[in-house]
């Protein structure tokens, strides 16, 4: 490599094979063997495919198609309805596999995490075989089968996970990085789309080694700032580290004011703003808070918190600002003046989305 990294990382990516369809044919011995594909709607018409079996593939059913030219490629495709709990419940289960292993976890989605083995906390002696030990947990305990690469950085293993597809393991060892790097299509190459990859087709650039004997500034204003990550992928370096997820647990906003707040119009106007981009992390995040914690700073520095908590999670806006008003009004505010607010969410449960929620009439009467 012309960069020799000062210590040699060991990362492994481990994707599940056909996860959700292969979880519905787990659990459901009747879809065994057979062409499935999980999604479609409630009704059973329209929609699109989630994923398909890999029975279903060799007809070229694939994830994000609508499921009616799914069913024309294969008209004896079986739909089966998502049920999202059982992949979280899976996907769980496969990170208590991982985490035998190491701390150093960074879930990409539900069946996709990147692992760094570089200490090997077991003392299991190679990448490869805690890449193979994890294959053969999921195997045996899940019932459920997972493809490994195998390399010195995130993108050369999550390439080579792909690469023997389903039930695979591909090792790139670190001396042949940067061949394999030059060999790569330029589609294959993070953040290149359609369009880029046709653009760069146009160029004469068709693999990693075309884009090799571009400069860094040419790279960067053909493509703009991903170009310079081109440059240094190609050569086989990729410095970035897995960055082990950290649950959310607590999310809010603040703000502190250039003039002291006097009046309580004012304080609410201001607590309508925090609400607002409080709200929208909420959303973004898809996260909902059974506590909601108004902070308010005065004009001394003192500084107070009072809390409500609710007893289902709450995300909506309303409730946000009406609630920090409410705490507002009964934290004393009459001769203070106030520098800084803010607006806070925690206690988060999952949010379920109001379609998912079936009236059972036998539950309505709940005591
Ligand atoms: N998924 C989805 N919509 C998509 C792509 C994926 O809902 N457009 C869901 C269903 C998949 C899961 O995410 O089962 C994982 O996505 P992958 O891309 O890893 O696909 P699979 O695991 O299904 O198949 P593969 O064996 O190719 O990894
Ligand atoms: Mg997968």
Same mark, same amino acid.
């Given at each position: 490599?012309?960069?020799?990294?000062?210590?040699?990382?060991?990362?492994?990516?481990?994707?599940?094979?056909?996860?959700?369809? $292969?979880?519905?044919?787990?659990?459901?011995?009747?879809?065994?063997?057979?062409?499935?594909?999980?999604?479609?709607?409630?009704? /059973?018409?329209?929609?699109?495919?989630?994923?398909? $079996?890999? *029975?279903?593939?060799?007809?070229?059913?694939?994830?994000?198609?609508?499921?009616?030219?799914?069913?024309?490629?294969?008209?004896?495709?079986?739909?089966? %309805?998502?049920?999202?709990?059982? %992949?979280?419940?899976?996907?769980?289960?496969?990170? *208590?596999?991982?985490?035998?292993?190491?701390?150093?976890?960074?879930?990409?989605?539900?069946? *996709?995490? %990147?692992?760094?083995?570089?200490?090997?906390?077991?003392?299991?002696?190679?990448?490869?075989?805690?890449?193979?030990?994890?294959?053969?947990?999921?195997?045996? *305990?899940?019932?459920?089968?997972? $493809?490994?690469? =195998?390399? =010195?950085?995130?993108?050369?293993?999550?390439?080579?996970?792909?690469?023997?597809?389903?039930?695979?393991?591909?090792?790139?060892?670190?001396?042949?990085?940067?061949?394999?790097?030059?060999?790569?299509?330029?589609?294959?190459?993070?953040?290149?789309?359609?369009?880029?990859?046709?653009?760069?087709?146009?160029?004469?650039?068709?693999?990693?080694?075309?884009?090799?004997?571009? $400069?860094?500034?040419?790279?960067?204003?053909?493509?703009?700032?991903?170009?310079?990550?081109?440059?240094?992928?190609?050569? /086989?370096?990729?410095?970035?580290?897995?960055?082990?997820?950290?649950?959310?647990?607590?999310?809010?906003?603040?703000?502190?004011?250039?003039?002291?707040?006097?009046?309580?119009?004012?304080?609410?106007?201001?607590?309508?703003?925090?609400?607002?981009?409080? %709200?929208?992390?909420?959303?973004?995040?898809?996260?909902?808070?059974?506590?909601?914690?108004?902070?308010?700073?005065?004009?001394?520095?003192?500084?107070?918190?009072?809390?409500?908590?609710?007893?289902?999670?709450?995300?909506?806006?309303?409730?946000?600002?009406?609630?920090?008003?409410?705490?507002?009004?009964?934290?004393?505010?009459?001769?203070?003046?106030?520098?800084?607010?803010?607006?806070?969410?925690?206690?988060?449960?999952? =949010? =379920?989305?109001?379609?998912?929620?079936?009236?059972?009439?036998?539950?309505?009467?709940?005591?």
């Amino acid at each position: 490599m012309s960069d020799t990294p000062k210590y040699q990382r060991k990362i492994i990516h481990i994707d599940m094979d056909a996860f959700y369809a $292969s979880v519905e044919q787990r659990d459901n011995p009747e879809l065994r063997g057979k062409p499935i594909a999980v999604g479609g709607s409630p009704e /059973g018409r329209g929609g699109v495919v989630a994923t398909a $079996s890999y *029975e279903a593939r060799k007809f070229g059913v694939r994830s994000a198609m609508p499921s009616k030219t799914a069913l024309q490629l294969c008209p004896d495709l079986i739909f089966v %309805y998502p049920r999202f709990s059982a %992949y979280k419940e899976a996907s769980k289960s496969i990170r *208590e596999i991982f985490r035998r292993h190491t701390e150093l976890i960074e879930p990409l989605s539900l069946d *996709e995490a %990147y692992l760094d083995v570089t200490i090997d906390k077991q003392g299991i002696g190679s990448a490869i075989a805690i890449a193979e030990h994890i294959r053969a947990a999921i195997k045996a *305990e899940l019932n459920l089968t997972a $493809s490994a690469g =195998v390399s =010195v950085s995130k993108f050369v293993a999550k390439i080579a996970s792909a690469m023997k597809k389903p039930d695979g393991l591909t090792f790139i060892a670190p001396s042949r990085v940067e061949a394999f790097m030059e060999e790569l299509p330029v589609e294959k190459f993070f953040g290149v789309g359609r369009v880029t990859a046709e653009k760069m087709k146009k160029m004469g650039l068709h693999k990693g080694i075309d884009l090799k004997g571009l $400069s860094e500034d040419e790279l960067i204003r053909f493509f703009g700032k991903v170009g310079r990550f081109y440059y240094k992928i190609v050569r /086989g370096i990729d410095d970035r580290v897995v960055e082990p997820y950290r649950e959310t647990k607590s999310l809010g906003a603040e703000d502190t004011f250039a003039h002291d707040l006097i009046t309580v119009a004012e304080m609410y106007a201001e607590l309508d703003k925090i609400a607002q981009t409080v %709200y929208d992390r909420l959303f973004r995040a898809k996260l909902a808070g059974r506590t909601i914690t108004l902070k308010v700073k005065y004009h001394d520095f003192r500084q107070i918190t009072r809390n409500k908590s609710f007893l289902a999670p709450v995300s909506d806006l309303n409730t946000i600002a009406a609630t920090a008003k409410q705490l507002l009004l009964s934290s004393d505010v009459s001769d203070k003046k106030i520098r800084l607010l803010g607006i806070t969410l925690s206690n988060f449960g999952d =949010v =379920v989305p109001k379609s998912r929620v079936r009236k059972n009439p036998d539950q309505l009467e709940l005591f």
